[in-house]
């Protein structure tokens, strides 16, 4: 190519010559088959492979989007959680446990069961001082790994937590860890010496609720999504949201903030999203769906880039807001796959984004090149 990288079809996929090694691009990343036979690259700089028995595909996005599968590495190719901790590392909760990506490395490391944790299906992932990562397992509850020892501590009933099936974490300001689960929300003491929990009950509350993402926005405000509203608790106090308030469904699951203040959310019950914002105490609801904007209305995660765009994953791919109109990238575009999954999100400094899917997981880098592996 225009780069001097040889390109090599087989049987396995197109191999690519990096400065790192040799890259495969095969039915993993998108494919249609890995079976290759001839590659070109045009004047445009895209990537033309022919495929057999499927004809030719053209890989446009191949600076803008990466993919991770089983074939690179990953334990599983259901994707539930995405961290960075200080050193660089990326943690990713799946389906077949804690997954570790150390900078700039090649291989991922992981830990299931077999290591100390609860459970394989890492719903959760929040990360900590002094090398600790939280894993929380939906079934198997709660557990900490030393990430320099490799030491696993599972807590349960004697430190006073009693969740099975875990939802979010959040470590907040104060170093209390907050988990939200099918059973009940709770919060620890400062995780920076010896951790007790509490079970709490927001406003509207019942022993029936089933609780979702967590937020701490920028005021210090705690926010809680659960299947009765929208919780917030500020200063000690809970205040609930639900359709009384001009909320679409009292079946919040996600929730993020954008660089203006304004409170996000996303419904579990096929209802898109919501904008809030809080005009002198009252409350506003600027709500979105397929009608105005979005690809789906089965939002599955919610996050904002470094640009400060707002991003929804669905079941159709992502949708992109830019404050004034919606752009979605799906499959054709480069994303791995076009189910995304819950709360499976994270924005990096640079204006990269990963999107954690049930068939891998994708890194969003520019904006250079939007389209991937369009047939013709």
């Keep these: 190519d225009r780069n001097g990288r040889l390109l090599v079809p087989t049987d396995r996929g197109l191999y ?45 996005g191949d600076r803008a989007w990466e993919s991770w599968t089983k074939t690179e590495g990953l334990s599983n190719e259901i994707i539930w959680d995405i961290r960075r901790d200080s050193a660089g590392a990326l943690w990713v909760g799946t389906d077949g446990g804690l997954n570790r990506m150390a900078p700039g490395g090649k291989q991922w490391r992981v830990w299931t069961e077999t290591d100390g944790l609860g459970g394989n299906r890492v719903r959760a992932v929040a990360l900590g001082p002094g090398h600790q990562v939280w894993a929380g397992s939906s079934p198997g509850g709660l557990a900490r790994l030393n990430s320099r020892t490799g030491k696993i501590t599972r807590y349960g009933p004697r430190e006073g937590y009693t969740g099975e099936r875990v939802n979010n974490l959040l470590l907040d300001s104060k170093h209390r860890l907050w988990v939200s689960t099918r059973e009940g929300l709770f919060r620890s003491t400062p995780v920076t010496g010896a951790i007790q929990f509490e079970r709490l009950r927001p406003a509207g509350t019942d022993d029936g609720e089933l609780f979702f993402e967590l937020l701490e926005d920028w ?121 995304c999954d819950g709360s499976s999100f994270l924005a990096e400094p640079d204006g990269s984004v990963w999107i954690g899917t049930s068939r891998g997981l994708s890194r969003f880098r520019s904006e250079e090149h939007t389209s991937e592996l369009q047939s013709h």
Excluded at 29 to 57: N, Y
Excluded at 266 to 274: E, K, L
């Design 16 to 60: 690519r010559q990096t400065p790192d090694g040799w890259q495969v691009i095969s039915a993993a990343q998108g494919l249609l088959t890995s079976s290759t036979f001839a590659a070109l690259e045009d004047r445009e700089g895209s990537i033309w492979t022919g495929m057999q028995g499927a004809g030719p595909v053209r890989w446009v």
């Design 219 to 339: 005021r210090g405000r705690i926010w809680v999504c659960g299947t009765r509203g929208l919780a917030r608790l500020f200063h000690g106090k809970w205040r609930r949201y639900t359709t009384a308030d001009g909320l679409r469904s009292n079946l919040v699951g996600y929730v993020t903030e954008d660089e203006k203040g304004a409170i996000w959310i996303g419904y579990r019950a096929g209802a898109g999203v919501s904008r809030l914002t809080f005009p002198r105490g009252g409350i506003q609801a600027e709500n979105f769906d397929q009608r105005n904007g979005l690809s789906s209305d089965n939002s599955v995660s919610l996050g904002v880039d470094a640009r400060g765009r707002v991003w929804v994953g669905s079941d159709n791919g992502a949708d992109v807001y830019d404050g004034s109109r919606w752009k979605r990238y799906g499959q054709a575009d480069g994303l791995i796959w076009d189910d």
